[in-house]
């Protein structure tokens, strides 16, 4: 009688055991779903704005340069902003290099482009330069490495290194 409870204690800790392993693999499989998921979203509404960053700097270009097609603000007069001057310190971007056209992009702006479907919370916006067609998100997203990304390139591959884990 003695080695039939040994037994079911045993069976029962190895028991504990499997399902702990299971319910850590479950979770752990749903959070990389849901950051390869963010992950996608943020890429895609960069993707639309990037695309609309191009046509309007083909008809930037056809109008002689003409600034008043680029929209936005431009990024030298929010540049006292705190969300902004956070995201410049942290980017390194020089708002001053000649012949680079940083605007910032807020929800109206979104809106007036006809991209109301982009997503972007309170407090955060796109950062576009128009000559490189370069796109920038000033909340971000952190990887799980730890380190966050704000910009559109860095962001692709972060989704081609998630792809090929």
């Given amino acids: 009688m003695k080695s039939e409870k040994a037994m079911t204690l045993i069976t029962t800790a190895i028991l504990v055991v499997v399902i702990t392993a299971l319910v850590f693999a479950v979770v752990y499989y ?8 963010c992950l996608e979203d943020i890429k895609t509404d960069m993707l639309l704005v990037q695309a609309k960053v191009k046509t309007i700097q083909g008809e930037y270009t056809l109008e002689k340069k003409n600034e008043e097609i680029l929209k936005g603000t431009k990024l030298l007069d929010m540049q ?30 979104l809106e007036e482009l006809g991209l109301e479907k982009v997503a972007l919370e309170e407090n955060t916006y796109y950062i576009v330069e128009y000559t490189t067609n370069e796109v920038y998100y000033t909340k971000g997203f952190t990887y799980s490495d730890g380190n966050t990304y704000y910009e559109l390139k860095q962001i692709e591959n972060l989704e081609t290194d998630i792809n090929e884990e």
């Fill in 30 to 37: 749903a959070r990389m779903q849901y950051a390869k998921e």
């Fill in 80 to 109: 006292e902003n705190e969300t902004i001057k956070q995201f410049i310190e942290k980017e390194n971007i020089d708002i001053n290099e000649k012949d680079k056209k940083y605007y910032v992009l807020n929800k109206e702006n």
